[in-house]
């Protein structure tokens, strides 16, 4: 979808709550699809003051933020932060997150084996997919590096996993089983 229809489909979905898109509303449009970046609300608010251009309260951003969310123009990602992060979805190709548990760094991928054994996953169950997002929670390759070797005890008791498994991928097996 082109900018100018995504902005055209938030105001539509604006004048359905009988809202207006302000000039405070419409600068949190355009920077949040300005960026390809993750972004957590607070951080978002801090670029705003620091660039030029409307006034924008950190109330009106928590809100619009949200208002985004609920039209579904961006999505949210817990990354274990105790804060949301955020990233534009429309108009931006489908992928999933990896999350590093010591620098906070989030990675995306894309795997098509992946979307195709959920799209199956939901068949056999009669289920009609609507939406997924996968947060694999673990250590980036720079992080894992440094993790102490006692974290092999991180690995738990999953014999299984073996000796080919790191430590990141066992702790985001593990996560994932949490979730
Ligand atoms: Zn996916
Ligand atoms: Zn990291
Ligand atoms: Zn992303």
Redesign the pocket.
């Known amino acids: 979808m082109k900018h100018d229809a995504i902005r055209k489909s938030f105001e539509r979905f604006l004048r359905g709550r009988e809202l207006k898109l302000t000039p405070q509303r419409r600068r949190v449009f355009e920077r949040a699809f300005a960026t390809h970046e993750h972004f957590s609300a607070e951080e978002f608010y801090a670029w705003l003051r620091a660039e030029p251009g409307p006034k924008v309260s950190r109330a009106t951003v928590y809100r619009t933020l949200g208002l985004l969310l609920e039209g579904g123009f961006i999505q949210s990602l817990d990354a274990g932060r105790g804060e949301l992060i955020y990233e534009h979805v429309v108009g931006h190709r489908?992928?999933?997150h990896m999350v590093c548990l010591a620098c906070g760094k989030i990675e995306e991928f894309?795997?098509e084996r992946?979307?195709a054994l959920?799209h199956e996953a939901c068949a056999k169950k009669g289920f009609q997919i609507v939406s997924?997002?996968?947060r694999l929670v673990g250590y980036c390759r720079g992080c894992a590096r440094k993790l102490p070797l006692e974290d092999e005890a991180a690995r738990g008791d999953d014999t299984g996993a073996g000796t080919s498994a790191t430590s990141a991928q066992a702790e985001a097996a593990l996560e994932d089983q949490r979730d």
């Open positions: 489908h992928h999933d894309h795997d992946i979307e959920q997924h997002a996968h």
